[in-house]
């Protein structure tokens, strides 16, 4: 006897047909676009995707969405977080989100991991990660991408940034573990660089690389709380000294040293309070903008760096196109990434 679904599939062929082509149909770059600025979560982790994707048929068309994307103003706050696995990272961006969120702001969360890509056991997606943080429909969050170097995967969440600005998420936070070269990518990618740490047993400053404390806008003690908290506040005291000895920041701020407990949401609103005041700091002496316009210049040079080599700066053709490239990207007309992309064509037919 023929099961009864065995008769619908031969009743509706066609129809099941029809759904199975409409699933896999494509959907065009201004469909995607329009998608995102309606702030459909799908949309924008499609989107993603495809900027995440090797195909070269997928370039052009991430970059069309990229550029759609670019067009959009946004007054978004951009958040890199690191310390090492331990430190509460994803249990203090889960309780600093859905503050944020109960506030009215719209969060994403990204992530610059390189080990994800070197092992099956990734240090920031192996885990149940901001499971209240997930389910809230004002935030939004996606794993690392993965990619054979650092300096991919960071461009892939680089862009992914734009994407999510243009969806309306006005607090990008930016999540990295300190192990090596990717707190470096993310400081080149967000406004604010945050460091946790926990306190130690009289042995703060050990075991701290240099360059990290250095790059960071502040610190946040975590673990504030219990038997904890008197020395979490000695180790507040302990890194405001030792952060004196480095030199001034350009833009004029004193980072911060605090403490807090993501676990029982204890001087959170105080970190964020701290990075609210950092943004209007910037914001009045120029250099917010002028930092975000470096980093878009940075990132271009990097990409086109990361292709050509050498090659490039032997050629005086190449040096003044991409003086002009500099000049669009600086007035917003065109996407770091794209703009490598136009670069690299010229250079390669004459090759
Ligand atoms: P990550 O690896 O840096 O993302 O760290 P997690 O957020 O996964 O936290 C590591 C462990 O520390 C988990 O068991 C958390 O419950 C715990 N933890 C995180 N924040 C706090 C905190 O503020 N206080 C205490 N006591 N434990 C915390």
């Known amino acids: 006897m023929k099961s009864p679904l065995t008769e619908e599939n031969k009743i509706y062929p066609d129809t099941i047909s029809k759904i199975k082509s409409l699933r896999k149909k494509e959907i065009s770059a201004e469909d995607l676009a329009q998608g995102i600025f309606d702030g459909n979560k799908a949309m924008l982790a499609k989107a993603i995707t495809l900027l995440e994707s090797t195909k070269p048929a997928h370039f052009d068309k991430a970059n069309t969405v990229i550029e759609k994307c670019l067009a959009r103003p946004n007054k978004s706050i951009r958040l890199g977080i690191t310390g090492v696995p331990g430190v509460g990272k994803s249990s203090f961006i889960e309780t600093l989100g859905k503050t944020l969120t109960d506030q ?105 690389k240099r360059g990290i404390m250095e790059m960071a806008d502040a610190i946040a003690i975590n673990k504030a709380d219990g038997s904890n908290l008197e020395r979490a506040k000695l180790a507040v005291t302990e890194f405001s000294r030792a952060l004196h000895l480095y030199p001034p920041k350009a833009n004029g701020w004193v980072p911060k040293v605090m403490k807090c407990s993501a676990m029982e949401n204890t001087g959170i609103t105080e970190i964020w309070e701290m990075v609210q005041q950092f943004v209007a700091h910037n914001k009045k002496n120029g250099f917010f903008e002028k930092n975000r316009k470096l980093q878009n210049k940075n990132w271009f040079l990097q990409t086109v760096d990361e292709y050509i080599k050498q090659f490039f700066h032997q050629k005086e053709t190449f040096k003044k196109e991409q003086a002009a490239l500099l000049t669009a990207i600086e007035e917003h007309k065109i996407s770091p990434f794209y703009a490598a992309k136009i670069l690299l064509d010229k250079i390669t037919k004459e090759l």
Request: aromatic share 4%; net charge neutral.
């Open 104 to 208: 009215g702001n719209k969060v994403a969360v990204l992530a610059v991991d390189p080990t994800s890509s070197l092992s099956k056991g990734s240090i920031l997606g192996d885990k149940t990660r901001m499971e209240t943080l997930a389910k809230d429909p004002n935030a939004f969050i996606r794993p690392s991408p993965s990619g054979t170097s650092l300096g991919g995967v960071a461009r892939k969440t680089r862009e992914s940034i734009i994407l999510c600005e243009a969806a309306g998420y006005n607090v990008i936070m930016v999540e990295t573990v300190g192990v090596g070269q990717s707190e470096i990518a993310v400081h080149s990618m967000v406004d604010f660089f945050l460091l946790l740490k926990l306190s130690g047993a009289g042995d703060e400053l050990q075991g701290i």
